[in-house]
């Protein structure tokens, strides 16, 4: 399948979920915090972020990885600055046939766009330098949520604020 047959795939089922969320919405509330997201191709996307304890970073949105991921690097500073709670590990096999444990804790505060705090967010640390990205343990505790193409943005719903911690 070629990209650009990848990237009309995409857009129609978001398009469709978006949709389907937007029916089941009934509160005033809800879809109150818009988040504009960059394209860096390959059909990626990424919206700033603000992690407790770390400040600015950049994260990917996938709504295909069940957890926030961070590394190990910024879980160390998180653990010193008491922003991050051990709560379980995850095991799994990889395609190689070979075995993983991922640490998730539990991060006191995540801020998406500036504009929407979450709290107690579960994040998977994975090894190495990885990029951080923003799976659906964050992007839950803001459903219902619009994850749009055109224009590319996130729609986000029970936001906390928009103070960032430090």
């Not at 603000?50 to 600015?56: F, H, M, P």
């Not at 590394?71 to 379980?88: D, G, H, M, P, S």
């Not at 095991?91 to 979450?118: E, F, H, M, Q, T």
């Not at 090894?127 to 839950?140: E, H, K, M, V, W």
Request: hydrophobic residues 40%; positive net charge; charged residues 15%.
């Amino acid at each position: 399948m070629k990209v650009s047959e990848l990237k009309q795939l995409v857009k129609k089922f978001v398009y469709f979920v978006g949709l389907c969320a937007a029916v089941h919405s009934v509160s005033a509330g809800q879809f109150d915090t818009t988040v504009p997201m960059r394209d860096k191709g390959a059909v990626t996307y990424y919206v700033p972020g603000y992690l407790g304890g770390i400040g600015a970073v950049e994260l990917m949105v996938d709504t295909g990885s069940g957890y926030l991921t961070i590394n190990e690097e910024a879980l160390t500073i998180l653990k010193q600055k008491n922003q991050a709670r051990y709560v379980k590990d995850l095991k799994g096999i990889l395609a190689n046939g070979s075995k993983l444990r991922v640490p998730v804790y539990s991060l006191s505060a995540v801020n998406i766009g500036g504009d929407c705090l979450l709290h107690d967010v579960e994040a998977a640390v994975f090894p190495g330098n990885t990029r951080y990205i923003l799976g659906l343990s964050a992007l839950q505790k803001a459903a219902p949520f619009i994850f749009s193409l055109d224009p590319p943005r996130l729609v986000l719903s029970n936001c906390q604020g928009s103070a960032a911690t430090g």
